[in-house]
Protein backbone atom coordinates (compact mmCIF):
# COMPACT_ATOMS: atom_id res chain seq x y z
CA UNK A 1 0.00 0.00 0.00
CA UNK A 2 1.32 3.19 -0.64
CA UNK A 3 0.24 4.78 2.90
CA UNK A 4 -1.26 8.07 3.49
CA UNK A 5 -0.60 11.27 0.67
CA UNK A 6 -0.93 14.21 1.01
CA UNK A 7 -1.54 17.06 -1.72
CA UNK A 8 -0.09 19.21 -1.92
CA UNK A 9 3.47 19.05 -0.36
CA UNK A 10 4.15 22.22 0.03
CA UNK A 11 1.86 25.63 -0.03
CA UNK A 12 2.68 29.37 -0.53
CA UNK A 13 0.00 31.69 -0.52
CA UNK A 14 -0.79 34.93 0.63
CA UNK A 15 -3.05 36.31 3.28
CA UNK A 16 -6.73 36.08 2.25
CA UNK A 17 -6.44 33.30 -0.57
CA UNK A 18 -8.39 30.30 -0.15
CA UNK A 19 -6.46 27.05 0.58
CA UNK A 20 -7.54 23.50 0.07
CA UNK A 21 -5.26 20.35 1.47
CA UNK A 22 -5.98 17.38 0.29
CA UNK A 23 -5.85 13.59 1.42
CA UNK A 24 -6.58 10.01 0.34
CA UNK A 25 -6.15 7.35 3.48
CA UNK A 26 -5.44 4.06 3.57
CA UNK A 27 -7.57 2.07 1.55
CA UNK A 28 -9.94 -0.24 3.55
CA UNK A 29 -9.15 2.27 6.65
CA UNK A 30 -12.33 3.96 8.48
CA UNK A 31 -11.14 6.78 10.63
CA UNK A 32 -9.31 9.97 9.43
CA UNK A 33 -7.88 12.54 10.82
CA UNK A 34 -6.81 15.92 10.49
CA UNK A 35 -3.88 17.67 12.63
CA UNK A 36 -1.55 21.06 12.68
CA UNK A 37 1.54 20.76 13.76
CA UNK A 38 3.44 24.48 14.74
CA UNK A 39 6.64 24.80 17.01
CA UNK A 40 4.20 27.19 19.44
CA UNK A 41 1.64 24.70 19.94
CA UNK A 42 2.90 20.86 19.23
CA UNK A 43 0.26 18.53 17.06
CA UNK A 44 -3.39 19.51 17.74
CA UNK A 45 -6.46 17.63 16.36
CA UNK A 46 -8.45 19.60 14.32
CA UNK A 47 -11.19 17.51 13.19
CA UNK A 48 -11.53 13.27 12.79
CA UNK A 49 -14.09 11.35 10.56
CA UNK A 50 -15.75 8.14 11.31
CA UNK A 51 -16.79 6.16 8.36
CA UNK A 52 -16.84 9.87 6.38
CA UNK A 53 -18.55 11.18 9.19
CA UNK A 54 -17.42 14.10 11.08
CA UNK A 55 -17.70 13.01 14.65
CA UNK A 56 -15.60 15.72 16.55
CA UNK A 57 -14.76 19.12 14.92
CA UNK A 58 -14.04 20.97 18.23
CA UNK A 59 -10.35 21.51 17.47
CA UNK A 60 -11.17 23.29 14.10
CA UNK A 61 -9.79 27.19 15.50
CA UNK A 62 -12.37 29.10 13.07
CA UNK A 63 -15.35 29.00 10.65
CA UNK A 64 -12.60 29.78 8.44
CA UNK A 65 -11.80 26.32 8.37
CA UNK A 66 -13.96 23.53 6.94
CA UNK A 67 -13.18 19.75 6.01
CA UNK A 68 -15.24 17.22 3.91
CA UNK A 69 -14.55 13.28 3.56
CA UNK A 70 -17.44 12.85 0.52
CA UNK A 71 -16.11 9.23 0.26
CA UNK A 72 -13.57 6.78 1.92
CA UNK A 73 -11.09 7.20 -0.36
CA UNK A 74 -10.75 11.04 -0.08
CA UNK A 75 -11.05 14.26 2.39
CA UNK A 76 -9.92 18.10 1.86
CA UNK A 77 -9.18 20.56 4.69
CA UNK A 78 -9.89 24.32 3.58
CA UNK A 79 -8.81 27.74 4.80
CA UNK A 80 -11.15 30.66 3.79
CA UNK A 81 -9.81 33.48 3.60
CA UNK A 82 -5.90 32.28 4.65
CA UNK A 83 -4.02 34.28 7.62
CA UNK A 84 -0.52 34.21 7.95
CA UNK A 85 -1.04 32.53 11.50
CA UNK A 86 -2.46 30.07 9.75
CA UNK A 87 0.83 28.92 8.92
CA UNK A 88 1.70 25.28 10.11
CA UNK A 89 2.41 21.72 8.86
CA UNK A 90 -1.08 19.99 8.24
CA UNK A 91 -0.96 16.17 8.58
CA UNK A 92 -3.73 13.66 7.31
CA UNK A 93 -4.02 10.04 9.35
CA UNK A 94 -6.13 6.98 9.07
CA UNK A 95 -6.92 4.25 11.14
CA UNK A 96 -8.77 0.95 11.16
CA UNK A 97 -10.80 1.34 14.34
CA UNK A 98 -11.44 -1.86 16.20
CA UNK A 99 -8.02 -3.69 14.36
CA UNK A 100 -5.57 -1.92 16.46
CA UNK A 101 -6.29 2.14 16.80
CA UNK A 102 -2.91 2.67 15.83
CA UNK A 103 -2.67 5.66 13.31
CA UNK A 104 -0.82 6.25 10.10
CA UNK A 105 0.49 9.57 8.95
CA UNK A 106 0.81 10.81 5.78
CA UNK A 107 4.11 13.08 5.09
CA UNK A 108 2.60 16.71 5.70
CA UNK A 109 1.45 19.57 4.05
CA UNK A 110 3.64 22.44 4.84
CA UNK A 111 1.31 25.80 4.18
CA UNK A 112 2.96 28.97 4.50
CA UNK A 113 0.68 32.33 4.22
CA UNK A 114 2.24 35.32 3.91
CA UNK B 1 -4.96 21.36 25.08
CA UNK B 2 -2.04 19.34 25.49
CA UNK B 3 -2.55 16.22 27.35
CA UNK B 4 0.74 14.90 27.39
CA UNK B 5 3.97 15.95 28.78
CA UNK B 6 7.46 14.25 27.82
CA UNK B 7 10.27 14.65 29.89
CA UNK B 8 13.01 15.50 29.05
CA UNK B 9 12.70 17.77 26.05
CA UNK B 10 15.78 16.75 24.95
CA UNK B 11 17.92 14.23 25.50
CA UNK B 12 21.53 13.56 23.70
CA UNK B 13 23.80 10.08 24.18
CA UNK B 14 26.49 8.00 23.11
CA UNK B 15 25.35 4.84 20.40
CA UNK B 16 24.77 1.95 22.22
CA UNK B 17 23.13 3.75 25.34
CA UNK B 18 19.55 3.24 26.07
CA UNK B 19 17.07 5.94 26.28
CA UNK B 20 14.42 6.69 28.01
CA UNK B 21 11.79 9.21 28.03
CA UNK B 22 8.68 9.99 29.95
CA UNK B 23 5.19 11.34 29.42
CA UNK B 24 1.97 12.07 31.74
CA UNK B 25 -1.00 12.70 30.98
CA UNK B 26 -4.22 14.56 32.76
CA UNK B 27 -7.39 12.52 32.09
CA UNK B 28 -8.50 8.79 31.82
CA UNK B 29 -7.47 7.21 28.84
CA UNK B 30 -8.65 4.56 26.42
CA UNK B 31 -4.51 3.81 24.87
CA UNK B 32 -1.63 5.66 25.13
CA UNK B 33 0.28 5.35 21.75
CA UNK B 34 4.30 6.51 20.97
CA UNK B 35 5.25 8.02 17.72
CA UNK B 36 8.68 8.67 16.57
CA UNK B 37 8.95 11.78 13.61
CA UNK B 38 11.94 12.20 12.13
CA UNK B 39 12.75 16.46 10.76
CA UNK B 40 10.91 17.09 8.23
CA UNK B 41 8.84 14.00 7.90
CA UNK B 42 5.50 12.49 9.17
CA UNK B 43 4.88 10.54 12.09
CA UNK B 44 5.74 6.65 12.63
CA UNK B 45 3.60 5.18 15.03
CA UNK B 46 5.94 2.61 17.30
CA UNK B 47 3.68 1.16 19.76
CA UNK B 48 0.58 1.23 21.58
CA UNK B 49 -0.08 -0.07 25.02
CA UNK B 50 -3.45 -0.18 26.33
CA UNK B 51 -5.40 1.22 29.59
CA UNK B 52 -5.64 -2.45 31.30
CA UNK B 53 -1.23 -3.29 30.12
CA UNK B 54 1.43 -2.28 32.24
CA UNK B 55 4.20 -3.25 30.36
CA UNK B 56 4.93 -3.76 26.38
CA UNK B 57 7.82 -4.72 24.12
CA UNK B 58 8.25 -4.10 20.38
CA UNK B 59 11.90 -4.86 19.59
CA UNK B 60 14.44 -2.45 21.00
CA UNK B 61 11.32 -0.94 22.46
CA UNK B 62 9.62 -1.34 25.57
CA UNK B 63 6.76 1.06 27.05
CA UNK B 64 5.41 1.12 30.50
CA UNK B 65 2.05 2.16 31.60
CA UNK B 66 1.14 3.44 34.87
CA UNK B 67 -2.59 4.64 35.08
CA UNK B 68 -2.34 5.71 38.71
CA UNK B 69 0.39 8.13 38.52
CA UNK B 70 -1.39 8.58 34.64
CA UNK B 71 2.26 8.26 33.51
CA UNK B 72 4.15 6.33 30.58
CA UNK B 73 7.78 5.45 30.11
CA UNK B 74 9.27 4.81 26.18
CA UNK B 75 13.13 3.01 26.60
CA UNK B 76 15.12 2.29 23.58
CA UNK B 77 17.59 -0.06 24.08
CA UNK B 78 20.88 -0.22 22.77
CA UNK B 79 20.30 3.16 20.77
CA UNK B 80 22.04 3.41 17.47
CA UNK B 81 22.43 6.70 15.14
CA UNK B 82 19.17 5.93 13.30
CA UNK B 83 17.48 6.27 16.49
CA UNK B 84 17.70 9.84 16.16
CA UNK B 85 14.57 11.69 15.76
CA UNK B 86 11.89 13.32 17.97
CA UNK B 87 9.62 10.85 19.81
CA UNK B 88 5.71 11.98 21.15
CA UNK B 89 3.16 10.37 23.41
CA UNK B 90 0.08 10.51 22.54
CA UNK B 91 -3.17 9.44 24.28
CA UNK B 92 -6.69 8.17 23.43
CA UNK B 93 -9.68 9.49 25.68
CA UNK B 94 -11.88 6.83 27.76
CA UNK B 95 -14.62 7.56 25.76
CA UNK B 96 -13.40 6.99 22.16
CA UNK B 97 -13.02 3.76 22.41
CA UNK B 98 -9.34 3.92 20.60
CA UNK B 99 -11.92 5.49 17.19
CA UNK B 100 -10.98 9.51 17.96
CA UNK B 101 -7.94 11.64 17.52
CA UNK B 102 -5.57 11.90 19.44
CA UNK B 103 -3.41 14.10 22.29
CA UNK B 104 0.11 14.56 21.33
CA UNK B 105 2.67 15.61 23.65
CA UNK B 106 5.16 18.11 22.72
CA UNK B 107 7.97 15.79 22.46
CA UNK B 108 11.23 14.96 23.11
CA UNK B 109 13.91 15.45 20.85
CA UNK B 110 16.39 12.54 20.97
CA UNK B 111 19.89 13.04 19.49
CA UNK B 112 22.39 10.07 19.75
CA UNK B 113 26.09 10.61 19.31
CA UNK B 114 28.10 8.46 17.19
Known amino acids: DAGVIQSPRHEVTEMGQEVTLRCKPISGHNSLFWYRQTMMRGLELLIY????????DSGMPEDRFSAKMPNASFSTLKIQPSEPRDSAVYFC????????????FGPGTRLTVT | SQQGEEDPQALSIQEGENATMNCSYKTSINNLQWYRQNSGRGLVHLIL???NEREKHSGRLRVTLDTSKKSSSLLITASRAADTASYFCATGSIWGGGADGLTFGKGTHLIIQP
Open chain 2, 49 to 51: IRS
Open chain 1, 93 to 104: ASSLYGEGDEQY
Open chain 1, 49 to 56: FNNNVPID
